[in-house]
Every structure is written in structure tokens, then in C-alpha cells.
């Protein structure tokens, strides 16, 4: 209810309250940067050159990652698309991620042929130089890189009409390149230019470049994701004759199996040894009998054909390619994420990381170009990720043995709380032990301080919005503080409360899973809101994630699962949730999460706009704002009631200039959904929500209170005392960042 009353308080603010700056917001800034004396640079977390001390390797426990020099390192990464810049831009833009803590990027670029008439085994040079010459000016910053080089969309496939597969230009080519020899071979020509053409900015290929933490095979694609009807029949009459070779070896014989009496399938051709292939969505469904074990089967040899394609391309790249870094398979999910996606995560044990995309869109946006903008007229729920916990991207089942990574993440526009997302990251992932949430995407040098569709302007002027942008200020803004917690360990990671250990047999035949995590939503792939949430029987409460680590081991023996009783962490009907180290609270209820250790301490969600007070064990928090994120790190590695050096970071609501919602309602799989309606998506520049309110930090040694641009330099200092409980300030209300010593 209170969540509700604040949305609704805040929807009749935000018709009024984003115009031009005034008594409730200010107008941001990007100052120049290149001037000395910037109080808030990380630069310094880097390295002075990203592998200068030699490969990243898995570390002894093979779920995290540490240098050459055998120190741990952790990664606060993003995509970047850097690549596209001019070469100045590259060397500003590599400058300017390492101040804001960034050490990884991931650059998804797309090295296959385009153009009318290009030959599958033609590459695209010009993509290769851009990343050759940014891989060079990331380095130089101390920031290593994860190299993406395809996606099976259209988009990036390019000329598929001249490379024989029976495709047109700009179609999708999805799961070609596991099962098509032609498309293999043309696939390892592409990067055998990408890691052994020489480097002409650094002197090095890329496979011998340490700066190269990890190459990806490819992006997003699975034969077990919903995509595979897509593909066509002269392709999948390719991947039948394989199955048909896969059955000979487990029965001995192309004649039709025994077992699958009463299966029969009309496309079935036993003479020449094809059987046909079910649809994606019967492997989805409970089956028993004969449809079980035809099931079973595909299933068995679709993960065999996906193992063999990654040990293929695994293997290439280390004995051809000569490149002796880490190798992550894929990234995605699959059509049932229950009987499904350990399937998924299993293919990929052939290489060393576990990767997936995973973003949080706050519920349904729904309107015509939905997938990637936001116009006038177009509806969107607009949930908080604390008051819909389950739906939270790192919420993940990890592999033991192999580091997680999450390739894309992002809180997706046009959400309205886009603030809690860096410092939810940072701590979940600290408790989790995931090793990397990767921003999508940072598409501009330094701020995007015109993240619009200029080619669509409405009669008031104003124009559509991006859906990616993370280079926005209530996102990119919040990056210091949780870059420093997460780089620097300051939250400890849980003891696992879900240890599952699951046989190859048990993949196969698509049993149900201890646990499994909510569907993933991708609005690229995925049509209006389908997470309606795993509602399967299943062994373990689906809040495990926020509580502490959940795992699974392939090949394993199932008497050694382990499921936790977490129920004294949870209080009942999931209004509060505390993680086992005693260092985290989320209480969906209410929409609060709060942050609680030596060194870093945090308070984020909506807040009594009566003015009450929130606490920490160092911090005390009055505030009359609806909703805000309010962090303190110290930045001299003391705890922060000692600390001579504290970083206090500031997050509200941020919207363009003249940005206006009204509620609204949608239909949506035949049920009425409440929400927004974009009114007017506003102009340039962006406005941010004043903040108002006092903090006490219970620490007796501050004296100074330093306000600083969003750039890091001191612009002013601000009313402070101390006091007989500590140090008293007022919050800024027009700033992010001031600085305490």
C-alpha cells in the first residue's frame, strides 16, 4: 500500500515537476575533464596497463578471476560501443570509463561480411580496425576487455543472401553456426583474422594480447531457445541428418527406435535416415511413454551438438589462434527456464566462464517501436526492482567450477528508478559471487546528453527516447560509489543456500530442478511481459537468490543437494529479506533495500515524505523526497565511523526537460495492467530531482564537507557540524557526489 500511495504521489509530481530546472529539479552538466584536481577519479584502481602483469586466469577456486601476478581482481565492466568513435574519442572515452571505476568492457562487435554480394568467407576489415584500435586505448587505461565478435541477427549477419544458405540480406541466421559446417568454417576465418591479423595500435595480435581478458564464441543464440523454428528447411533438414548419425551411434541403427513407438512424427524419413524434429515448444511440455523418450533424445542430442560446436570453437581458438585467455561459450537463455536453462549452462562447461543476459524493465513497456525507443503514447509499468525482488537480473544460478558473468544488464528506460540499480548490482552480486554485470550499453564518449531520436520530432519539439542508453546520469552517475564497493570487496560474499547437483540423464529427460530462476525478458526476442514468474513445484523458495549463493554441479551425484532453511532470513510473505551475512535488507513491501557494512553503507528506495528518519549502523537519514539513493564509501580503507576520506553519493529520479506521464491502463494477455502513459517524452537537457533531507554520519573525526560536480571537482563547501552523535550535513540539492573528510 505504501508503495502504491508513493507511486501515485510521484506520478502527479512528474506531469508537473520535470520542466525547465526549478524549485524541484536541476538541470545536469558534464564539465571539462581533462583539468587537474578532481576529487572523485578511480583511475588509480587500474592497473597502469591492462595485463601488464600477464593473462587473467580463473583463481584456485575457479569461480573468480585474478591477474597475472596472481592477484584476485574483480571487474565493474560494461559494453561500450567506444569502437564506433573517432580515434581521439576512443582515448577520451577509454579515459573517462577508468575514472568512473570501469575495468572491463565488453565490445559486441560484428566482424562477419556485409554488403550486397559479399562471400560468407569475405570478413569486415574497417569493424576489425575500429576494435583493434580501441582494444589499444582501453589498455592504455588499465581496462581490460571481453570480445564478442557475432550475433546470428539479422542485422549483423549482414549479406546472408550471397552465402549460400538459402537466407536473404539482413535475415537471421540463428543456429547456423552450430550445426553448418559452411557457416562454421566462414565463422573461424572471421576471427582468425580478428585475434592473429597483427594489431597495428599495440604491435600484438589480439591472441597474444593479455588485455583480451575473454573471448566470447557468440552472442545470444541457442538451439534450445524458441529461434529454432526460425530455422529454415533446407538448414534443418542439415541439422535432422545429424540427429539421424547422433541415433546410430546410441542405438546402433538407423531404423527408428524402439523406444519411441507411438511417437512417430510425419516428417519422419528413416530411409534416408532423417528423422523429423520436434517442435521447440513439445520440449517445453511434461511428456511420458514413447513422447518422453523421443523427447529425451532430441534434447540429449541438442545439447551434444551445442557442446561439440563450443569444444570446436574452444579448441580453435586455442591451438590454431594460439590465444591462451579465458573463453566464454555464449550468453543466453532458453524457451523454459525450468527444464531448460541448466541444459544451456551445461553446454557451455566446455570453456571456462558461465555467461547470460539478463535485464530489469520494471514490467511491461508497451508501443510501436517498444524494442528499442520510447514515443509519446506509449505505456510502461514502471515497478522498482525492490518491490519485485524476483525479477532482479542477478538472480542467478551459478556453475560451480566457472565464474558467472552477466554480459548485458541494465534497468531498462523509460523506468523511473534507475538510481537503485549500480548499488543493488554491487551488493548482490558481492553476496552472490558473481563476477561481473556488464552496463547495456554506453553509447556515447562520455555522458549521453542527447539520448534521442532526432529523426522523429513531435509538434512541441520534443523527440522519442533510446530504450539501451546506460550513459545517462541516473545510472552512469551512480557508478563510483558501487564500483568502489564491488572492485574493493566490501560486501561479503554468503555461504550457499541452494546446492544442487544434477546428472546428464537428468538434463536430458528435462526434470524439474531444485531451482530454477524467474524467465528472463528480452523485448528484442520476447512480445509484451511474459515473466508471470516460475510457478513449478520446485524444491526451494525462489527469494534463495537474496539470501546467499545458489549453485549447481553438473555430473554430480543428487544426494548431495542442499537447500537451505532460509525461512528465519525471510520474514513471512517475503516482506523483509536478509541475506545470511547479515549485511543486506530488502523489504519489498515498503521498497527499501539497505546496505550495512564496516566500510560502505547505503539506504535506497522510497522514503517517508513526512520526513522520518532510516538508519544504519554509521548513518541516520531524514529526507522528504519520495524516492532517493543515498550511499556512503569510505575511500581511505578505514571503516566509515573512523574513516578520514568518505565519499557520499547522491541519487533521485532523472528525466528529460518537460518529460510528462499520466496512470493509465493496458491489456495484456487479457488482463488489465496499471501503469503510465507517456504524454510528452520531453527534450535535452536531462533534470534531476532535487534532493532534500539531513544525514548524520556517527563518525567524530570529519570536519568538512566538499561538493563536487559531476565530474569529481569541488565546487563548493556545504553547512556542516559536528555533534555529540557525529558529523551532521545537509544534502546537496543539486549535486551527486560530496566529499567528507
Known amino acids: 500500500m505504501l508503495r502504491n500511495l508513493a507511486c501515485c504521489l510521484f506520478g502527479v509530481m512528474s506531469l508537473a515537476g520535470f520542466g525547465q530546472s526549478s524549485s524541484n529539479t536541476w538541470e545536469f552538466k558534464y564539465p571539462d575533464d581533462s583539468r587537474p584536481g578532481s576529487l572523485l577519479n578511480l583511475r588509480s584502481l587500474n592497473e597502469p596497463i591492462a595485463g601488464q602483469t600477464g593473462r587473467i586466469r580463473l583463481n584456485v577456486d575457479r569461480r573468480s578471476f585474478v591477474r597475472g601476478d596472481g592477484a584476485p581482481i574483480r571487474f565493474w565492466p560494461v559494453c561500450a560501443y567506444g569502437y564506433r568513435l573517432t580515434p581521439d574519442q576512443m582515448k577520451s572515452n577509454a579515459k573517462f570509463l577508468a575514472k568512473m571505476g570501469v575495468n572491463m568492457v565488453r565490445i559486441h562487435a560484428s566482424i562477419s561480411p556485409k554488403g550486397k554480394g559479399k562471400a560468407i568467407t569475405d570478413y569486415d576489415e574497417e569493424e576489425i580496425d575500429k576494435v583493434q584500435r580501441y582494444i589499444a586505448a582501453l589498455k592504455a587505461e588499465g581496462i581490460y576487455v571481453t570480445l564478442s565478435p557475432f550475433w546470428a541477427n539479422g542485422g549483423h549477419s549482414g549479406a546472408a543472401a550471397s552465402w549460400g544458405l538459402g537466407y536473404g540480406d539482413g535475415e537471421d541466421v540463428w543456429g547456423l553456426l552450430m550445426f553448418n559446417d559452411t557457416m562454421r568454417a566462414a565463422y573461424k576465418g ?20 593479455p588485455a583480451v581478458a575473454i573471448a566470447q564464441i557468440q552472442n545470444e543464440d541457442s538451439l534450445l531457445f524458441w529461434t529454432f523454428q526460425g530455422i529454415k528447411p533446407a538448414q534443418k533438414k542439415i541439422l535432422s541428418q545429424k540427429f539421424g548419425k547422433w541415433l546410430i551411434n546410441k542405438y546402433g541403427s538407423a531404423q527408428f527406435p524402439s523406444t519411441w513407438k507411438g511417437a512417430e512424427q510425419g516428417g519422419d524419413d528413416w530411409a534416408t535416415g532423417t528423422p523429423a524434429l520436434l517442435d521447440t515448444w513439445v520440449l517445453t511440455q511434461p511428456q511420458s511413454g514413447p513422447m518422453q523418450a523421443r523427447t529425451s533424445d532430441q534434447m540429449a542430442f541438442l545439447i551434444d551438438q551445442q557442446r561439440e560446436f ?63 525507443r520510447i514515443d509519446e503514447g506509449d505505456f510502461f509499468s514502471d515497478k522498482s526492482g525492490l518491490t519485485d525482488p524476483r525479477n532482479l537480473p542477478f538472480n542467478i544460478k551459478q556453475v560451480v567450477g566457472h565464474p558467472t558473468i552477466i554480459t548485458e544488464s541494465g534497468w531498462v528506460h523509460p523506468l523511473s528508478y534507475q538510481a537503485e540499480a549500480p548499488i543493488l548490482a554491487a551488493a548482490y552480486e558481492s553476496l552472490s559471487g558473481i563476477q561481473g554485470l556488464y552496463w547495456f550499453a554506453l553509447d556515447a564518449e562520455k555522458y549521453n546528453l542527447n539520448a534521442t531520436f532526432d529523426f522523429v520530432t513531435t509538434s512541441d519539439g520534443s ?37 544442487e547437483e544434477r546428472s546428464r540423464q537428468n538434463l536430458d529427460a528435462r526434470e524439474i530442478p531444485l531451482i530454477a530462476e524467474d524467465p528472463s525478458f528480452d523485448p528484442n526476442h520476447n512480445g509484451g511481459d511474459n515473466r ?67 566500510m560502505a553503507q547505503s539506504i535506497v528506495g522510497f522514503l517517508d515524505k513526512s520526513g522520518g528518519t532510516y538508519q544504519t549502523s ?101 553547512a556542516a557540524k559536528k555533534g555529540s552523535e557525529g558529523f551532521y550535513i545537509r544534502l546537496p540539492e543539486d549535486a551527486m557526489y560530496v566529499i567528507l573528510e
Open 190 to 209: 572471421w576471427i582468425r583474422h580478428l585475434y592473429n591479423d597483427p594489431n597495428p595500435y599495440t604491435g600484438i595480435p589480439l591472441a597474444k594480447d
Open 310 to 372: 563450443y569444444t570446436d570453437i574452444t579448441n580453435y581458438l586455442h591451438k590454431e589462434l594460439g590465444y591462451d585467455g579465458l573463453v566464454n561459450c555464449s550468453n543466453w537463455i532458453t524457451a523454459d527456464p525450468v527444464r531448460m536453462n541448466d541444459a544451456e549452462r551445461y553446454t557451455y562447461t566446455v570453456a571456462d566462464v558461465e555467461a547470460v543476459n539478463r535485464y530489469y524493465t520494471g514490467g511491461l513497456h508497451k508501443g510501436p517501436n517498444s524494442g528499442w
Open 463 to 499: 523527440h522519442p527516447l533510446s530504450e539501451w542508453s546506460d550513459s545517462v546520469p541516473q545510472l552512469l552517475g551512480q557508478f563510483p560509489a558501487a564500483a568502489l564497493i564491488y572492485r574493493n570487496n566490501l560486501v561479503q560474499r554468503g555461504t550457499p543456500v541452494v546446492h
Open 532 to 598: 508471470a514468474g516460475v510457478s513449478s513445484a520446485i524444491g526451494a523458495n525462489p527469494l534463495a537468490f537474496l539470501v546467499g549463493p545458489v549453485e549447481v554441479m553438473f555430473d554430480g551425484n543428487p544426494q548431495r543437494n542442499l537447500v537451505a532453511d532460509i525461512q528465519k532470513f525471510i520474514s513471512p510473505a517475503g516482506g523483509r529479506i536478509k541475506s545470511n551475512t547479515g549485511e543486506l535488507s530488502l523489504s519489498p513491501s515498503s521498497g527499501l533495500f539497505q546496505l550495512d557494512t564496516p
Open 618 to 718: 554509521t548513518l541516520s537519514l531524514t529526507s522528504t523526497n519520495d524516492y532517493a539513493a543515498v550511499t556512503a564509501v569510505s575511500m581511505d580503507d578505514k571503516p566509515l565511523s573512523t574513516s578520514h576520506k568518505v565519499l557520499v553519493q547522491l541519487g533521485t529520479v532523472v528525466r528529460p526537460t518537460g518529460w510528462a506521464q499520466e496512470p493509465s491502463t493496458t491489456i495484456e494477455g487479457g488482463k488489465s495492467v496499471s501503469g503510465w502513459k507517456v504524454v510528452n517524452t520531453g527534450k535535452m537537457p536531462w533534470q534531476i530531482q532535487r534532493i532534500r533531507g539531513n544525514l548524520l554520519i556517527h563518525n567524530h573525526g570529519l570536519t568538512k564537507a566538499t561538493v563536487l560536480d559531476a565530474a569529481g571537482y569541488p565546487v563548493s563547501t556545504i
